[in-house]
């Protein structure tokens, strides 16, 4: 019997800017169908940004995870629920205890048929979600996403107890649970 490799698979990229891509990675990472989630920037006008280039709020990037997922065993819109329950979609000036224009949120969409899907989730979660306020995450064509360097890579394993500390006491945990516990 011969092995399936990845280049025998149909696989989608899903693309979204939540924060800090730290915290992006693992709540995506443990779904069955998820093939890798990758750190990077993407949505600016610098070629091959670093950290600090990025940091600086001067390349118009967003920090953002990029998704390879399996449509056959984890859909889009699954993916799009999973990023919703990261975020706070109402707060247009960074997440959490990350401020500024790198820090903002967005979803990148691939296709006509993303960008249809990812408008339609806005839409429920503006009109049955926990929030007073309106969303303001944008849904943008997907740009050249680039990488981030190793060490931003996969962080959550790599340094677990500061992962932790940063998740909770940037304030993201404690939202999220607030808002989404009984999801």
């Not at 979204?16 to 990758?38: E, H, S």
Request: charged letters at 15%; glycine letters at 8%.
């Amino acid at each position: 019997m011969e092995e399936t490799t990845k280049k025998d698979k149909q696989y989608e990229l899903a693309t979204f800017a939540g924060g800090c891509f730290w915290c992006m990675v693992k709540p995506f990472d443990q779904w069955p169908g998820v093939i890798q989630v990758v750190s990077g920037y993407t949505g600016g006008h610098v070629e091959n940004p670093t950290y600090q280039q990025v940091c600086s709020d001067t390349t118009g990037h967003y920090e953002a995870v990029q998704i390879t997922f399996d449509p056959n065993v984890i859909s889009y819109e699954q993916i799009l629920d999973v990023f919703w329950q990261q975020i706070d979609p109402t707060d247009a000036g960074g997440q959490f205890g990350d401020r500024g224009s790198s820090y903002q949120t967005a979803i990148f969409y691939h296709s006509p048929e993303q960008q249809t899907l990812a408008e339609q989730s806005k839409q429920a979660l503006a009109g049955s979600g926990p929030f007073q306020a309106p969303i303001v995450t944008p849904i943008l064509p997907a740009q050249t996403f680039y990488p981030a360097e190793t060490y931003h890579q996969d962080y959550y394993k790599k340094n677990p107890l500061h992962y932790k500390m940063y998740n909770v006491g940037s304030g993201r945990a404690g939202f999220i649970e607030k808002h989404w516990k009984s999801k």
